[in-house]
């Protein structure tokens, strides 16, 4: 009986799991067909270095820890809090195909031992934690699967009649044969090659700022008198980040949202901080192509009245004419809440809640002068 043959090249984490994945499906295929298909597949995990799971060799020897997302919180949840670097890529792997609750139990299945911290951090509680979670990825046949120093040097298409592919390692003599290739080989050049070579493209990387550079306008260049250097933290922006786009009649607008901070230099000011970083990592190939140049907007208090501009300034001249004696450049009138995850009360059982003006006072005082408000 013909064998089908599976070769997964690349013996890290994303590999070893694609092994350890294919044989949980065997396993429930023969429970439910009460026949052994597994002897008619045949999977074989090609590693280039001498060791499977290189990447938690590291923890293996020094202790780590194995941390998992925090199983009790909503994978939108986690996503707003750690995430800005591609969210809307990691969105459907979080909520459909292995969320974080599938992930413990997963590992509980296969005899690791979890705790939660203090932060809601879920660790591994093992001794050995990276041992008992290396051990197991490769349960359950899967370190049967795995050849050490295998280097796959190429792979490419057999002729239609045929189907499959043919994969050269490095000093064997002839090719292998296989049915279905898995390429797992991370950010590896090679890896990149082989998917090239079976006719894929490669979109190639560029870089996304950390913070934006801004031009100074009236408003702005106000900030910057007296040459003092100024720091300030805004607990929640909305960025809008207008590009002209080659080919495109209208420009693309890009948007984020998440804390913020603003410095101001003599000679520049500058925006940085986590909604920062995810608007310049969504708009990188945009930008790289606009020669880094776009116009932005930045709204220190989206999460009142949905952000409408028009409804906020009816509620500033409605606090103002409630509170006549209040000088309008004291003080923010809108706040923000939110929960500070770092930060767990044991007594009360509940992390705590921060609240923040959405504009410093510092920075409100400057901007209501510069806007020519009444003290």
Known sequence: ??????????????????????????????????????????VR???????????????????????????SKRPSELLNEGYPRGRKEITSLLTKGFPPARQRAWFEDRGVEFRTERDGSVVCSNNGAG??????????????????????TSVARRDETEGGFELTIRGRSGSERCDCVVLATGNSRLGHQLARNLGHTIVKPTRSCFAFLLNPDELLSNLQEGGVHRYYSLPHVRLSFRVKVKGRKRPRVHKSEGPATLEVHDDAIILGGGAALSLSSSAAFDLRDANHEGSLLAHFCPDHLGGNVQLLEKELWRHRQENPNDAVDERCPFVHRHVDYDDYDWETESFRSVTNECVPPDLWGSLTEACGAAP
Do not use: P, W
């Open 1 to 42: 009986e013909k064998r089908y043959r599976i070769a997964i090249v690349g013996g890290g984490s994303s590999g070893v799991f694609a092994a350890a994945t294919i044989a949980d499906a065997l396993h429930e295929s023969e429970s439910e067909i009460s026949s052994s298909i597994s002897d008619s597949v045949e």
């Open 131 to 152: 041992n008992k979670i290396c051990d197991a990825m490769l349960s359950r046949g899967v370190f049967g699967m795995v050849e050490t120093s295998a280097k796959v």
């Open 45 to 71: 995990v090609y590693e280039a270095t001498g060791g499977a799971l290189r990447a938690i060799g590291d923890a293996r020897q020094g202790g780590g820890g194995g941390i998992l997302h925090d199983t």
